[in-house]
């Protein structure tokens, strides 16, 4: 109700602050009335070129259509500075017209002239520096704050909660009581941001703008303005391009090793999974193994897991494996359930009498050396029934491209990650017995040859289960996909082994 009275008075503040900036009585002219049929006017022929109109039509509504940031920041030099920063975003590459950056500084220069003779001359001057400054304002903040692109609505396998710009924010933005600060502070300030940064700057300095290096570390730096959640002093990264795992403490590095992902989806995939959708036949469907973008917390691991085959392999691969071979399922520790009951003689089964579509059994593979899961499998809550886990094929970890699993995630070091998990040395002996691993504390021997004669006891047969031991606590978790990071002084660059890259740079290269 202040503010409205004191925009409705016979001179306006805008109308006063200028006229003390310029030393000129004209602007004590200044008409509320008439500058607001301007204003509105203005507004709704630029209507359609604002990136966000609903929201600044909200904001000047309920501020009566003052111009705030000219009052505010006009005479003091801040509207100067927004134009400068906005001149310098190629320096992240972007390019200074999403920003408006051209009338921005037209209409700057125009009202600093001061040549008016009418002060209804003054009105669309205003108007449009305004409402330029005010979409170059809370479209920078947005950018710079949180990235052009929205991942969650581009990639189909990207779960991280990731926070964007919304109208509380952006009226926020707009009613900064300090303009130069709030620039200065939405500039990105992490070292990996920067490092990229001044190499893409080298870049262009040497004609290279355009090059494929360039747009892989645009692309890098865009995911590094996405808002994350806050991971913590303590955290684990799986980054998919790398095929690597590594746990940080702050900055330092308390164990890297080498992972195997998902594998690639097939090529043509958009087509052949249209034509899956009509024709429901599972040999029209194509495969996709991809490892989804996500954020979880790990919690427990499993030690001598039980691995519960999803639909997909059963009927992909399990099926035929059991046509071929009867003895197939037996051999290789896996049980047959139909609705929840186990099935005794699973060998016994005809299985050319099922279509893989309504195949009607489920299959599980028991606890053992054979284990596709290895000893380890480590949980985190996510809704794709993706886990970290051991395996019984280490030649993997040879291979140069490591997107060779169903979608899970093989760890090249899974005892080391397991004691880092429980972070306890009791429970950790407890966990290495349990895998036939002597415990570190030698006072525990006697517990490991008495659990090892057990096992070994071939009148009370011993059947191996799983055993849970939770971790020390929560430990934040983000599959990540990076392609470009700074690593000891040096820009280090991996392949698209997803084309995640290529998606994103179309997605935002045109405001680039």
Not at 64 to 90: C, H, M, W
Not at 314 to 341: F, Q, T
Not at 388 to 404: M, V
Request: net charge positive.
């Amino acid at each position: 109700m202040l503010n409205a009275c004191s925009w409705f008075k016979d001179t306006p503040e805008v109308g006063l602050v200028l006229s003390e900036h310029f030393d000129r009585k004209l602007y004590k002219d200044f008409d509320t009335a008439a500058y607001n049929v301007v204003f509105r006017k203005h507004y709704d022929s630029l209507k359609a070129k604002l990136s966000n109109p609903n929201t600044l039509k909200r904001f000047y509504d309920e501020h009566n259509y003052e111009p705030r940031l000219v009052t505010q920041y006009f005479p003091v030099g801040a509207l100067d500075t927004l134009e400068a920063y906005i001149s310098k975003s190629e320096d992240h590459g972007f390019n200074p017209d999403n920003f408006r950056q051209k009338q921005l500084s037209t209409s700057l220069k125009e009202l600093s002239e001061n040549k008016f003779q009418k002060i209804e001359e003054v009105y669309p001057v205003i108007a449009d520096l305004e409402l330029n400054a005010a979409e170059a304002l809370i479209k920078y903040d947005n950018y710079m704050n949180y990235g052009v692109v929205n991942p969650r609505k581009l990639f189909s396998r990207y779960y991280v909660p990731v926070k964007r710009p919304d109208s509380a924010s952006m009226f926020a933005a707009l009613g900064t009581k300090d303009l130069g600060k709030l620039l200065k502070d939405v500039q990105p300030s992490s070292k990996q941001y920067k490092a990229l940064q001044h190499r893409l700057n080298i870049l262009k300095a040497d004609g290279l703008g355009k090059s494929d290096q360039a747009k892989t570390i645009m692309v890098n730096m865009e995911r590094l303005r996405w808002k994350l959640p806050e991971m913590g002093k303590e955290y684990v990264e799986v980054n998919i391009p790398d095929f690597s795992l590594t746990w940080f403490s702050e900055e330092d590095t308390v164990t890297h090793m080498k992972v195997c992902v998902g594998g690639k989806r097939e090529e043509g995939y958009a087509e052949k999974i249209a034509r899956y959708a009509k024709t429901g036949n599972l040999d029209d469907k194509p495969k996709n193994h991809e490892t989804p973008i996500l954020y979880s917390k790990l919690n427990s691991i499993q030690v001598n897991p039980i691995w519960n085959i999803p639909v997909s392999i059963a009927r992909n691969e399990i099926y035929w494996m059991a046509r071929r071979d009867p003895y197939y399922l037996s051999n290789s520790n896996i049980n047959v359930y139909r609705n929840g009951k186990l099935i005794g003689e699973p060998d016994t089964i005809q299985w050319s009498n099922y279509s893989r579509e309504k195949l009607p059994y489920q299959f599980k593979q028991g606890s053992g050396n054979g284990n596709a899961l290895g000893k380890f499998k480590f949980i985190f809550d996510n809704g794709s029934s993706i886990y970290l886990h051991d395996t019984n094929n280490k030649s993997g970890f040879n291979k140069a491209n490591r997107a060779i699993s169903h979608g899970c995630v093989r760890v090249e070091k899974p005892l080391e990650f397991a004691e880092n998990l429980v972070k306890d040395k009791y429970r950790y002996d407890q966990l290495r017995m349990e895998v036939n691993l002597p415990p570190l504390d030698t006072n525990r021997m006697n517990v490991y040859r008495k659990k090892l004669a057990k096992k070994a006891d071939t009148v009370n047969i011993f059947k191996l289960r799983p055993t849970w031991f939770g971790t020390k606590k929560p430990v934040p978790l983000i599959i990540n996909y990076i392609t470009a990071w700074s690593e000891k002084g040096s820009i280090q660059f991996r392949p698209d082994v997803y084309g995640l890259d290529e998606t994103l740079w179309l997605a935002m290269k045109k405001f680039m």
